[in-house]
Every structure is written in structure tokens, then in C-alpha cells.
């Protein structure tokens, strides 16, 4: 009654009331013992973008077993944010675009895809061959990823499983009904589950192959989620490898190869947030691995409508994106489970190549300084812990020693990292020590069957017990070994107007490159496209 009492007298109707459990957390022993949810309202009266419209101040703790509430926080009425605006539908939408209109367009194929699609999930394209599956808690497994090599016709193993381990968004607040927002949505939620169908034509192109999922309800019964991931080839004008020579005379040398790529493609919606992820094959033998967030912001009420309103006050959680929203400052961190296995599985190892500064000796050289490249072998999880820095570079290279070119150099892939934020929250912060996989961006470890998932196994109201941190402070052997590369992709998000109400496709992005795996260019040979080849223009 409590609570009926808190929503009328915010005069918010029933009808118009729509409540969500976004986290359960572990916060301390007052919660533990029993599974307890979090719950929060908003308002959807006049939009179906209720996330716009929270009922800030009133929070409930729900036990789950007992099914009854056990905690209300009432911390009195702060005005609910108006409707206006929040509409996102292309149908419902009325305001005029001030912007020239940009012509339909797609990518034509005349002969069809390059790509083979055997027994539903073996993909074979160009020189790559991979599994894809469909996942419950990771949504999209890449595994048993193998590259031909162009000049000796060998299939060549690259990665045996490649999947986003665990997704972590913890949120800057911490008061009453904001500190337990940090969530994990693989290991809480699911990325499969979430992965609603894609929509054909905008998140994917028109040449485009889908593939289902099927997964468990919590009833056991098996749940279709259809166009769950598409597959499909991009070419966007980009260049594989060119050159143009000026230094000849009487030459007429100009070579160019385009690049096309194979793409697979999963978005989820967790809730308030969409997450595209994409997993990009070249015929060069890089991976390129990119998340990208769209979607709503978890917002806050409040009664301020314009910054002036603030004063000298300063919001502590975030700015005014909108009249009386708040948009929470919050991290988003995705742990990717790298298992690589370089021409086998048994005998890999992690090298850390620093690029080091030296000193020129007087009356040596012109110079003052220049870079000088020294290898160092992990020989332990401990060595291969690794904060990224612009001011001490590496690079980091995963090598089968026993399988050597031509030239002697050890057969590997680099991990080569792109845009990326570090978690900034104090080590004893209870979302860091469930979340302490973002100590670190990277990580290597021994490779153990029961560790996948970079929070634990079990990650509902858990403790921090069983995490990627966990593994690696045990500091067993990796030279020479089977184990498996870590990376932690993050990005910081400070909101802004412009997120609202739904917010433009952020995107970052890491690639697995070959470094000495191949004699030589791998794509030196392919042909280029010719005007003969294409159809013609309308």
C-alpha cells in the first residue's frame, strides 16, 4: 500500500505505470542470504520511450523467493520529465528534417555472395573458414577460425573461440537508487535472449544472410529468436593495397586492389541500450572485432530545466540533457574472450614488443634520439597484465615458436588496440571488484575449459570470487603453452543533448593482425574489379 500511496500522490495513473528490474548487485551482507532485485518506475503515459521518464526518488528492494517487497525509499516527488520529444518512431515522428535528402543505395552483387553457408553455421568465404553460433550468453561465438594461406593452399588455425565474455556498465551515482546500477549484461541478462530481430536494410545491407537463434526459456522451452545475426560482404570504397609510381619516367604504373570484407553482425538490446557487435574477416588475414552502442540512456529526474536553474551547484551525476533529465555519466566496458590458437593449439606464446627510446651518443649521428625495438617473452599471467599507455608503447604478439618462416621469424597475430578508456572506480568499489576484469586491457592466461566468462560463472549477486583477476593472479606458466588473449574494449560516456532521445551509434574497435604468419603480402595477387565485371549504372 506503500507504494500505491507514493505513485498517487505523484499523480501518475496505474495505466500509466511501467516498472523494471534493471540490477540485483551485492552490496554487503544485508543482501546476502536470500535473491533480492532492484526495482524502478517510469512513466509511459503519451510515449513508448518510457526510459525518458523515470519516477525519480521512489525505489523498491524486491525478494524474489518470497515475491515481496522488503525496502521502499521514497525520497519524495521530483517532477516526471514530459512526453515531448521523446518519440523515436520513423511512422509517429512529425517534425520537419532540415536536411537534403540522401538517394536509397546498396551494394549490388550480379553473380550472388561470396560466401558459403554449410549445415546452417560453417561459413566459408574467400580464404577464411569459421563456425558461427548463436549463443544464450554471449550472443555471437566465432570459433574454429582457420585462414587459407594464398601461396601454399594450407588452411592455417588463427583462433579457436572468439566470443564478448562480458559486458560491464557501471553508472556515476551513488545515491540511494543509483549505486547498485553496474551492470553485467552478459552474465545478468544474456546477449542472446536480447538479440532482437535485425532489421533488414538498416542494420543490414540488402545482400545480406541471416541466421536464427534458438535458445531456453526459463521454463526450458526452446525460444526461436529469428535474423538473429546476418552475414553479408562490404565494400565501402575502401582500398586493400595501391601504389602509383612517379619516379620512373616513361612508366605508366598505377596498381589498386579494392578491399571487401566479410562481416557478421549481432545487435542486442539490453534493455535501454542496443549493442551492435561485428566481427570483420579480410582477405589480408586480419580480424577486426568493433562494438558500437546506440539506444536510450538510463536517465535521472530532476527538477532543474535549464543549467541557470543550477547555479553555482554543480549536478554531480551527469549534465542536463533535456528539461528535467539528467543524463548519468557511465562506462561501458566489453571483455572479449580471445582464444588463439597459431597453427595449433598446445604451443603458443605472448611476446611484449616495447618500442624503447635511445640516446644517441655525442658526435654519433645528427640525431639526438630514435626508437629501438626490444622482445620480451611473458613468462607468466603476471607478466602479461597490461595497462596501455601512449607514452610506453608495445606492441603485443601472439606466436607459435615452433612453427617459423622462411626468415625465422615465429609465425603470429598482433593484438592491435583502438580507441579504448580504463575503469577509473577504487579497486574495493563493490562494481570493481565484480568488474575487476577492467583492471587490466589486456590479459593472457592458461587455458582452463571453466574459465570463459571474465565476471565468474555464476554472476548474479556475486562477489567478485570467481573473476578473470581471479585466474590470472595465480601466475601459472603461458610460454609455450596453451592459453588464451583477453582484451577489455571501454568507452567513458558523459551525455549529452544530442543522446536524446535516442542516441546517435558510438562505435570502437580492435583488430587481430598477422605479423610474420605469411611469407609475404597474402593479397598481392587478387584481382582488381573492372567496369566489364559490374553492372551497369542506372
Known sequence: MEFNR????????????????????WYGPDEEGRRVI????????????????????????????????????DNGPVPVPKSTGTEYRYGFLNETVHMDRVNPMSMEQPDGPSFQVEDGYLVKWANWKFHIKPDQRAGMIISQATVRDSKTGEARSVMYKGFASELFVPYMDPGTGWYSKAYMDAGEFGLGPSSMPLVPLNDCPRNAYYIDGFFASPQGIPVLQPNMICLFERYAGDISWRHSEILLPGTDIKESRAKVTLVARMACSVGNYDYIFDWEFQMDGLIRVTVAASGMLMVKGTAYQNVEDLGEKEEDSGPLISENVIGVVHDH???????????????????????EKQRVPPGKSRRKSYLKVKKYVAKTEKDAQIKLSLYDPYEFHFVNPNRLSRLGNPAGYKLVPGGNAASLLDHDDPPQIRGAFTNNQIWVTRYNRSEQWAGGLLMYQSRGEDTLQVWSDRDRSIENKDIVLWYTLGFHHVPCQEDFP?????????????????????????????????????
Open 38 to 73: 532492484k526495482i524502478q518506475c517510469f512513466s509511459k503515459q503519451d510515449t513508448v520511450n518510457f526510459y525518458m521518464r523515470p519516477i525519480e526518488g521512489l525505489y523498491l528492494t524486491v525478494d524474489m523467493d518470497k515475491l515481496e517487497i522488503i525496502k521502499i525509499v
Open 333 to 355: 566496458f566489453i571483455s572479449f574472450h580471445l582464444d588463439m590458437d597459431i597453427d595449433g593449439s598446445a604451443n603458443n606464446s605472448f611476446v611484449k614488443v616495447h618500442l
Open 6 to 25: 507514493s505513485i498517487e500522490g505523484r499523480g501518475i495513473p496505474f495505466s500509466g505505470l511501467i516498472c523494471i528490474t534493471p540490477f540485483a548487485g
Open 502 to 538: 535516442v542516441m546517435p551509434t558510438i562505435a570502437s574497435s580492435f583488430e587481430l593482425k598477422p605479423v610474420n604468419f605469411f611469407e609475404s603480402n597474402p593479397v598481392l595477387g587478387i584481382s582488381p574489379f573492372f567496369e566489364k565485371d559490374l553492372p551497369p549504372v542506372c
